[in-house]
């Protein structure tokens, strides 16, 4: 069943609530491919009522970014979901999000929010936590679902939830990747079959990091280094940023040790790619 406006979600989660039933909430911007589908089974697997929500949010995009090019596909999407379990599909349009423009935003500060992500796409987190609040706050007490793809936006609402005592579960989902290693995003879409090929490099730089780390490495500038230095060998791939970090707080640890995530991005003609891969500095 699909619903588009606020007040019909909550009175189909209502009972539910009533009932004490478990919720899993999964938040996407549509343009379902696996990586989505894998997270909604997820849910399907651990709770009771599953909404997945479609809403390509305008405060996560920069003027300049691809807010009208974004790729959608309603009908897809409602056959995915409903085909992968999910119960609800929440899809508001914009005046029903943001009726005006929200005087209220979430506010986000700290390495988890100024780095990476946050320094190459600086109102990006900020709309992303913002829309994030606004749909827990609309579904209430819930397991809410997110890929690790997005491994930053993942610590960052961990972080919301427990700095705003949410009555939120998040549960992070591992990235599904293509065969090559490719990681499925709907971006993927605007890959030229050249740039599509050039791709994989970006998990294969992030596979060379780990593999410097599980060698001895223990300098995150020397691991950065080496997985630049491949992503700078694919002529058709321009690197953003290369990032080995502690996986929890994005600090970088000197010397590496612990849980170390290693962060990448890159454009390839329109599209921006990022990808992420976990390794442990014993
Ligand atoms: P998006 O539609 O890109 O905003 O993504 C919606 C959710 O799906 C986010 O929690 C993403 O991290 C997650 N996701 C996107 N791609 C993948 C993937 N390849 N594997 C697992 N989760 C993914």
Redesign the pocket.
């Known amino acids: 069943m699909t619903v588009s406006k606020i007040a019909a979600l909550r009175a189909e989660l209502e009972p539910a609530h009533r009932q004490r039933q478990h919720i899993g909430l ?11 589908r ?2 909604i089974e997820q849910a399907v697997s651990e709770t009771e009522l599953v909404v997945t929500t479609i809403f390509v949010n305008p405060l996560q995009f920069a003027a300049t970014e691809d807010l009208s090019a974004y790729p959608r596909d309603l009908e897809g999407d409602t056959e995915a979901a409903r085909s992968s379990g999910s119960h609800l599909l929440f899809v508001p349009s914009v005046e029903e999000m943001y009726p005006e423009p929200p005087s209220t935003t979430v506010a986000l500060r700290g390495p988890l929010a100024e780095t990476l992500e946050g320094a190459s796409r600086p109102s990006h987190l900020p709309g992303v936590a913002t829309v994030v609040a606004k749909l827990f706050s609309i579904v209430g007490a819930c397991r809410a ?6 491994w930053q ?2 610590a960052l609402v961990r972080r919301l939830v427990g700095d705003l005592s949410m009555p939120v579960h998040v549960v992070g ?5 293509e065969p090559d290693g490719l ?5 993927n879409a605007y890959l030229s079959p050249e740039e599509r090929a050039a791709a994989p490099v970006v998990q294969r730089a992030l596979r060379a990091g780990a593999a410097a780390i599980v060698g001895g490495e223990r300098s995150a500038q020397a691991v950065n280094k080496v997985m630049a230095d491949v992503i700078s060998a694919e002529p058709l791939a321009e690197l953003d940023y290369v990032a080995a970090v502690d996986a929890a707080t994005l600090e970088v640890p000197e010397p590496l040790a612990g849980d170390i995530r290693l962060l990448a991005a890159a454009r390839f003609g329109r599209a921006r790619l990022i990808d992420n891969v976990g390794v442990r500095a014993e």
């Open positions: 999964v938040p996407t911007m549509g343009y379902l491919h696996s990586g989505h894998s997270l679902y997110f890929g690790e793809k997005d936006q993942l989902c591992p990235t599904v990747r990681a499925l995003s709907s971006r």
